[in-house]
């Protein structure tokens, strides 16, 4: 049988690695100790079909270690003292070339299985790489964690996914014998959505959907046969990102029907319910924030509910909870705020902090003005005294726009009394 293409052309070395140059490109944070052998353990933290197996894999081969390979997914603590073993014995104790041992989705593990590690990592039996599409601070224990450096991998671009095709049909021996043209690439592009690997599974799905070896791929020829195609939902599989996208878009849309049905395909196919309930507090903030602040208690309470109940019961506080955020009113102005103070942090960098608004716990701190002209607000009426709390650079900066809801027409209204006409509320 013969394995898929992105695992055919899987690049071996680090010269013939698409993107993440900002980890192995040039003046990538992971190039020197990398050619130079001195790897440390680490997380790579990204969303599914970017280069972390990919990565662990070269990694190994450029630091000519031994190298070791587990999944979460089917790994107990046995199995993970039996590699730790094998480890111990075939890589020295304690020198720069001990065994590398890759952990496929470690976010899976559960607590007691990544304690079982700990002392392979301290002591420097292994090296641990482990691979997540989850935040490894909710997902990997703190012990565990603060031995590792976390990596953080970027969805491609669409060029690195257009070198990707170019490469498959170049130097992949089955796709060699076709002639094929990449006449439209849109379709493939929107459908990976960013996922190299999902990307170069639909691409060969497309051309060996076609009985003649001259191929001209085009958006309607991509669309059609995908279309023919899809898959039963899989929560370690391409569509589980998908499926998730559609549950989240639901609720945003105020349709609890649409959210509801999404939710029972991740059910059925026996997601993790702390995932659903993580996306869930997500949307609750993101999506509705100040419009009703109910919102996030109610998906805190679920996600607590259903990480100590579990299934089935967890379906119903599953539902609840999403039915309550769809038929919320909805706002992103929270979310946008952030978006928008931290692209102005990264326009004018570290900006000083005014003297009025800095802490003054020396009395040469005081000499010099730290703290000086601070207005104490509670000595005011209202709680409330006009003043500045910007950077001068940039006074006079509105990044809270309230959303057009209930509450924050109230909030505009608080704001509007208090500030008049500076934000310009």
Not at 61 to 67: I, L, M, N
Not at 82 to 102: C, D, H, R, Y
Not at 251 to 270: K, Q, T
Request: with cysteine.
């Amino acid at each position: 049988m013969n394995k898929p293409l992105a695992e055919r052309v899987r690049p071996k070395t680090l010269d013939a690695y698409i993107s993440q140059n900002h980890l192995v490109g040039e003046k990538g944070s992971l190039t020197n100790q990398i050619k130079k052998g001195l790897i440390p353990s680490l997380i790579l933290w990204g969303p599914p079909g970017t280069g972390k197996t990919t990565l662990a894999n070269i990694i190994a081969e450029e630091s000519k270690r031994p190298f070791y390979i587990l999944s979460a997914i089917n790994s107990g603590v046995k199995d993970i003292r039996e590699v730790i073993e094998k480890a111990k014995q075939s890589g020295g104790l304690f020198t720069a070339k001990n065994p590398i041992l890759f952990i496929d989705e470690i976010h899976r593990f559960s607590k007691s299985q990544q304690d079982s590690l700990l002392a392979a990592v301290e002591k420097g039996w292994v090296t641990l790489i482990g691979a997540t599409t989850e935040n490894p601070s909710f997902e990997v224990i703190p012990a565990l964690l603060s031995r590792c450096q976390v990596y953080i991998l970027n969805p491609f671009n669409k060029e690195d996914l257009e070198a990707l095709l170019q490469r498959a049909i170049k130097e992949d021996s089955l796709l060699q014998n076709k002639k094929i043209t990449l006449k439209e690439t849109e379709a493939l592009m929107r459908l990976s959505g960013g996922d190299g690997r999902k990307l170069l599974n639909i691409f060969e799905l497309v051309v060996n959907s076609e009985e003649k070896d001259k191929i001209t791929i085009t958006n309607d020829l991509v669309m059609s046969k995908v279309q023919k195609n899809t898959v039963l939902y899989d929560k370690t599989g391409e569509q589980h990102y998908d499926i998730i996208s559609a549950f989240i878009k639901s609720i945003r849309g105020s349709d609890p029907n649409g959210a509801v049905y999404w939710l029972a395909r991740m059910i059925e196919g026996g997601e993790d319910v702390k995932f659903i309930a993580r996306r869930l507090l997500i949307s609750a903030s993101e999506d509705i924030g100040l419009a009703n602040p109910t919102a996030l208690v109610i998906a805190n309470n679920c996600f607590l509910a259903v990480t100590t109940i579990g299934y089935p019961e967890a379906r119903i506080i599953l539902s609840q909870c999403t039915i309550y955020l769809a038929t919320s009113a909805k706002s992103n102005a929270s979310y946008a705020a952030i978006g928008k103070a931290q692209q102005i942090v990264k326009q004018t960098g570290d900006l000083s902090v005014p003297l009025a608004l800095r802490n003054a716990p020396t009395k040469l701190m005081k000499d010099i003005g730290y703290g000086k002209d601070y207005k104490y607000a509670h000595s005011y009426e209202n709680n409330f005294v006009e003043a500045e709390f910007l950077p001068d650079e940039i006074i006079g900066t509105s990044f809270y726009e309230p959303g057009n809801n209930q509450r924050e027409n109230a909030l505009k209204d608080f704001l509007k009394k208090r500030w008049k006409d500076k934000y310009q509320f």
